[in-house]
């Protein structure tokens, strides 16, 4: 079993461009309901994942608190609080759940850096519960 077995793409994922604005965030998350989104460059590398927190000490720092100055700061400008640990598509599956156990998702990317997907850690237990019913049922 390999990462793309449980892999979500990127066409299904909710990011962030390193080059939108707070306000921009703050709706992007407001909007999917997320607590947390990965932030790409245009070409596709992942820089890291913006967390709601994150958003709320940006707002809090840069912006005194002021929606209209949101839309004047980048998100890069966020200092993140942690770093949501990224993995090649050729780690084992061990490499995998490891970081999945610190993280609610694992963002993957290719060879180049440019960002593929997640895993979530609700995809990687619901398979886990799955085999496991499966082998007390037979």
Request: proline share 3%.
């Amino acid at each position: 079993m390999n990462v793309l077995f449980f892999l979500t793409p990127k066409a299904m994922c909710a990011h962030l461009y390193a080059d939108n604005t707070l306000r921009q965030a703050m709706e992007k998350l407001e909007n999917t309901g997320y607590e947390a989104v990965p932030i790409l460059s245009r070409d596709g590398t992942y820089f890291g994942t913006l967390t709601s927190g994150d958003v709320l000490w940006g707002v809090k720092h840069l912006c005194n608190l002021s929606m209209a100055q949101a839309e004047e700061h980048g998100i890069l400008e966020i200092p993140l609080k942690r770093k949501y640990q990224e993995i090649a598509i050729t780690m084992d599956m061990r490499d995998l759940v490891r970081t999945a156990t610190q993280q609610n998702f694992v963002p993957v990317v290719d060879d180049k850096k440019a960002f593929i997907g997640i895993v979530t850690r609700q995809a990687i237990m619901k398979y886990c519960l799955d085999t496991y019913l499966s082998e007390i049922s037979d």
